[in-house]
């Protein structure tokens, strides 16, 4: 088996039917090396017994810590670093641009700038998680 490039993140909550599709859906239709990681927010509709049943990673949180949370807890345990990757290069890429600008309001502004392309990346990476 080759090293996944992807990592795809699924946060569950009670959410059976809809997690069998997706896992479904991935199966079919992902034709790169990928991991999963499974996060399960103490679900009680029979989500966990199906996640024991598979293979993948999995986190069983004995409550439901909420969306970010068990986010954090699933990139912790990528084995792909392509998110790293991509933050690395928009940082270095703006840090060198803010060191250019002399002007305080020429900061403010690409300060600005880097807040709104962070928040592409990051939607960006969600859309990718999700695919």
């Known amino acids: 088996m080759m090293k996944p490039i992807v990592t795809i993140i699924i946060r569950s909550w009670n959410s059976l039917p809809y997690l069998k599709l997706c896992l479904k859906s991935i ?19 029979g989500t966990r017994s199906f996640l024991r049943s598979i293979k ?19 990139e912790k345990e990528t084995k792909t670093d392509f998110e790293k990757k991509i933050k690395e290069i928009i940082y270095n890429v703006f840090e060198k641009t ?34």
Do not use: W
């Not at 700038?113 to 960006?124: A, G, S, T, V």
């Open 27 to 45: 199966q079919e239709y992902t034709d790169i090396p990928y991991e999963i990681i499974i996060v399960d927010n103490n679900s009680t509709d």
């Open 56 to 74: 993948c990673k999995k986190i069983l949180n004995k409550r439901n810590l909420g969306g970010i949370v068990s986010l954090g807890q699933a």
């Open 98 to 131: 803010i060191k250019k600008l002399q002007t305080v309001s020429g900061r403010m502004l690409a300060q600005k700038r880097i807040k709104k392309f962070e928040k592409y990346i990051n939607f960006l990476l969600e859309f990718v998680r999700k695919k």
